[in-house]
C-alpha cells in the first residue's frame, strides 16, 4: 500500500507571495491533518479535514488555508507569505479517529526569502 | 507553559547502550501517549501508542506512562546507529487531531 505523499518536496518562494502545497493520503483513508513543524516549536496543528469538511482548525492566522477533495486528497494554501512561515509542512492521514493508524507524509520544506 | 515539555538534546551514546528519553506534560486529561521516531528529510513514524497509564514493549523499545507524576519515557535498549534520529512524544486527551500535542524532538545519536 503507498504512503501518504507531498508534493512538492522543496519550495523556496519570496516574502508576500502565495504557495498550494498538495498531500494525497492513504488510499481509504478519510482523514488529512496538516502541520507545521519547526526547530522552536515542534509540530504545531494547522487543521484537519474529513469527507471533504474542516473537522478541526489550528491556532494559525487566517492566511493559511486548506481544502479536501471528494478523492480525500487536501491542498493547503499559505497567502502573503511571511519569512516566519518557513518550516516543514507535514500532512498525515489516518482512516477515522485513532491516532495508532496515523501516518505521516515525508513534509514539504517551505522557505521564504 | 507548553503543553508538552521534552529535552531537546542531543543526545550521544555508544552502540548498544541503553537509551532513556523522556516528557513531562500539564494537562491531566491526556490519555493518549504516543512516540514517533523522525529520521532526517522524513516525516514522523509512528513507533509506540500506549492507551492511559503502564508499559508497552515492541521489540527494543518500551514505553511507559507515569500518569501521576504527568510523564512518559521511551527506552531503547541494544541501541544501533540506525536509531539515530530525532523522538517526538505526542499526547492527547481525546481524538481530534486539535488535541494531539507533540513535544519538540530529542535528537539521538548512537555511535558505533
Known amino acids: 500500500k503507498a504512503g501518504v505523499t507531498q508534493t512538492p518536496r522543496y519550495l523556496i518562494k519570496t516574502r508576500g507571495q502565495q504557495v498550494t502545497l498538495s498531500c494525497s493520503p492513504i488510499?481509504?483513508?478519510?482523514?488529512v491533518s496538516w502541520y507545521q513543524q519547526t526547530p522552536g516549536q515542534g509540530l504545531q496543528f494547522l487543521f484537519e479535514?474529513?469527507?471533504?469538511?474542516?473537522?478541526n482548525k489550528g491556532n494559525f492566522p487566517g492566511r493559511f488555508s486548506g481544502r479536501q477533495f471528494s478523492n480525500s486528497r487536501s491542498e493547503m494554501n499559505v497567502s502573503t507569505l511571511e519569512l516566519g512561515d518557513s518550516a516543514l509542512y507535514l500532512c498525515?492521514?489516518?482512516?477515522?479517529?485513532?491516532?495508532?493508524?496515523?501516518?505521516f507524509g515525508p513534509g514539504t520544506r517551505l522557505t521564504v526569502l | 507553559q507548553k503543553e508538552v515539555e521534552q529535552d531537546p538534546g542531543p543526545l550521544s551514546v555508544p552502540e548498544g547502550a541503553i537509551v532513556s528519553l523522556n516528557c513531562t506534560y500539564s494537562?491531566?486529561?491526556?490519555?493518549?501517549f504516543m512516540w514517533y521516531r523522525q529520521y532526517s528529510r522524513k516525516g514522523p513514524e509512528l513507533l509506540m501508542y500506549t492507551y492511559s497509564s503502564g508499559n508497552k514493549e515492541d521489540g527494543r523499545f518500551t514505553a511507559q506512562v507515569d500518569k501521576s507524576s504527568k510523564y512518559i519515557s521511551l527506552f531503547i535498549r541494544d541501541s544501533q546507529p540506525s536509531d539515530s534520529a530525532t523522538y517526538l512524544c505526542a499526547m492527547s486527551a481525546g481524538t481530534g487531531a486539535n488535541n494531539l500535542f507533540f513535544g519538540t524532538g530529542t535528537r539521538l545519536t548512537v555511535i558505533p
Open positions: 494537562n491531566s486529561a491526556f490519555q493518549y
Open positions: 498525515a492521514s489516518r482512516t477515522g479517529i485513532t491516532y495508532n493508524e496515523q501516518f
Open positions: 479535514y474529513f469527507s471533504e469538511t474542516q473537522r
Open positions: 488510499s481509504g483513508h478519510r482523514s
